[in-house]
């Protein structure tokens, strides 16, 4: 099945927030970040993956990353190039993730991911709510990627 990547467009804010909310993701704050976040759909429009910054000045947080069933590794590292462009291409020069699944990590650090322990965190991720709500979860990695 193909798979298209494309950046989210204002009239797609419903079509996101639906998405996300299946997943059990939070959706607050989304209205205003749409242009921070990519969609993959397949040939029929459906949505099988969303992938999103929290811009917080010259750093970002990824955040709202969910995908379908239908997604396989080869659309994982397509959807997460495409993200690393729309960071550049918005100015960001860090991009940090948080995670709490450690199969996770293998594929963030092949990604050029690499762990950052939540003492060492900038102000402005520190000073986000998001954050804050997920440095609480015991078993959470934050990593950072260097944009520059």
Do not use: C
Request: glycine fraction near 8%; aromatic fraction near 8%.
């Amino acid at each position: 099945m193909a798979m298209m990547v494309r950046y989210a467009q204002n009239g797609d804010t419903k079509k996101l927030i639906s998405f996300l909310q299946g997943a059990n993701l939070g959706t607050e704050g989304i209205e205003n970040l749409v242009d921070y976040f990519l969609i993959m759909e397949d040939e029929k429009g459906w949505v099988q993956a969303t992938l999103g910054i929290e811009p917080l000045g010259k750093i970002g947080l990824l955040r709202s990353f969910a995908t379908t069933t239908q997604i396989g590794e080869n659309e994982l590292l397509f959807i997460f190039e495409q993200m690393l462009k729309l960071a550049k291409e918005k100015g960001i020069e860090k991009l940090y993730l948080a995670t709490n699944r450690s199969s996770s990590l293998s594929f963030f650090t092949l990604l050029g991911f690499q762990r950052e322990e939540k003492e060492n965190l900038p102000q402005e991720l520190i000073e986000s709510d998001h954050v804050n709500h997920i440095r609480t979860v015991d078993n959470s990695v934050f990593m950072v990627l260097n944009l520059q």
